[in-house]
């Protein structure tokens, strides 16, 4: 999609060549880590070390400074204290480096002087051209550019994905990094942006939103450096692809550790609640709520409505099911007559006797042998008749045939099927393969019946527009 202005971000995500200013050989200091994690993640490019009391480091030929580098430089890492920043930052420009990333602390979160460190650098940075994410951030993580410095002591997935996600914090990117790649999220790209001196959160939603490779929007803000912009973003991007915010200072003391965090003023959360359903925007409550929402947002479709079936698996499930399904005004209608006979007499002989084939659809215990062949074939009756499934199942989740069946299934009639396995601890890689296959997974039914309920509000605002 386009019609409206978004920053060339390119060679942030697909770095040539990469600078590490304050490059070591000890692999614990971040000048080393940098450089240990693009060896082991086989980066494709040109890495340049720069430390002026070494000859190579890890292999690598040392520079003294960026300027004396060669070749051109897409993309500098700079981790130095802020007192050398400047002299760097002047390097860069020299250099005409393409992106910097700045993960110094000691800049706006620290008040006046530190503000005012903070525009000189940027009026460095902007003399050459250099663009810059930070300071008082993690950085980048890319799978296309195997380029990974919010968690680089860590091997992460790096198969191409359909996450964007940028955060004002560094937690919460590792978080959405760590436990996101856990859930069976991946992605196109992650920010760790901080005070925002430059690059902005809005510069990132808009880039995402002209990425077709990006399905998904996620982030974590503090402040807004452009609510307007942020506001016609959001208007324009919504209708066709879901942006999910987290808006970290809610409550008055959280706008105060906002402040000390990122120097960001937090705005007011009941403005947001407004842009949010003006916009179409999915407002997320918390970092665990934000990773659901991003796992229910990688199915590609969405409910045409708010009846649900239930396929569970025991009366408790069915029970918690149901009360969740309340609090989110979904539909759990009773199936007519002739399809609770036709389920009564599919499921005779093959779980054990239950009176509810109503709706929720209580298999009690489904034969572990043939699980999901039965799942499946009561799915195939049951989904003509509502608009999404919830399934409580024994079924093993890493059987590959059970999986292409029910996204066969989801494709055919163009409506989601969330599942549950009913073992957890014993299915968490299948749990990341579904969700990899756009099957959205969740280990509890409140997790799971909240995320439809978005899923539905979303449909719902997209109609509309």
């Known amino acids: ?57 890890m292999g690598l030929k040392c520079f003294p400074d960026v300027s004396s580098i060669p070749g051109e430089v897409d993309l500098a890492v700079l981790a130095i204290p802020a007192r050398f920043i400047p002299e760097a930052m002047e390097d860069c420009a020299r250099k005409s480096v393409k992106f910097a990333v700045v993960h110094s602390v000691g800049f706006s979160e ?32 890319t799978s296309r550019g195997r380029v990974n410095t919010v968690v680089p002591y860590a091997r992460m997935p790096l198969d191409p994905g359909g996450i964007g996600f940028v955060g004002q914090s ?81 409550s008055e003391a959280g706008a105060r550790s906002a402040a000390s965090h990122t120097g960001s003023l937090a705005g007011s959360y009941q403005v947001f609640q407004a842009m949010c359903s003006q916009t179409g925007i999915v407002p997320a409550y918390g970092m665990e709520h934000l990773i659901d929402l991003a796992v229910a947002f990688s199915c590609p479709v ?15 499930g069915a029970v918690s099911s149901s009360d969740a399904c309340a609090r989110e005004e979904l539909n759990i209608l009773q199936f007519p007559e002739d399809l609770q006979r036709k389920l009564a007499e599919y499921l005779k002989d093959k779980v054990p006797p239950s009176n509810n084939r109503k709706n929720p659809v209580d298999l009690v215990w489904a034969p572990i042998g043939g699980a999901a062949k039965v799942y499946v074939d009561c799915l195939e009756m049951i989904m003509p008749h509502v608009d999404s499934c919830l399934v409580i199942t024994y079924a093993f ?7 292409r069946k029910l996204v066969e299934l989801r494709d055919r009639l163009n409506k989601p099927i969330v599942l549950i396995p009913a073992n957890p601890p014993d299915q968490m890689d299948g749990l990341i393969l579904a969700a990899m296959d756009g099957i959205p997974t969740y280990v509890m039914p409140d997790n799971a019946i909240r995320c439809i309920g978005a899923m539905v509000r979303r449909a719902e605002h997209v109609k509309k527009r």
């Open 1 to 57: 999609m386009t019609g409206f202005a978004a920053p060339d971000l390119k060679y942030l995500f697909e770095p040539r060549s990469v600078a590490i200013v304050g490059a070591s050989k000890d692999e614990w200091k971040s000048g080393g880590m940098f450089i240990n994690s693009m060896l082991k993640d086989s980066y494709a490019g040109v890495i340049y070390p720069i430390n002026r009391k070494e000859n190579d480091i």
């Open 110 to 141: 620290m008040g006046d002087e530190g503000r005012e460190a903070e525009k000189r650098m940027i009026a460095i940075a902007r003399e050459g051209g250099v663009r810059v994410i930070g300071p008082n951030c993690m950085g980048v993580f």
């Open 170 to 250: 560094g937690w919460v990117a590792e978080i959405m990094l760590r436990l996101g790649s856990a859930r069976g999220l991946r992605f196109s790209g992650i920010i760790s942006i901080g005070n925002q001196s430059d690059l902005t959160v809005e510069d990132l939603i808009a880039y995402w939103g002209n990425d077709p490779d990006t399905k998904v929007i996620a982030a974590y803000v503090e402040g807004l450096k452009n609510p307007h912009r942020f506001l016609k973003l959001a208007q324009d991007i919504c209708p066709h692809k879901p942006v999910i915010v987290w808006k970290g200072g809610s």
């Open 302 to 316: 969405l409910p045409p409505g708010r009846d649900i079936g239930l396929l569970i698996e025991a009366g408790g």
């Open 397 to 403: 989740l890493n059987d590959a045939w059970f999986r």
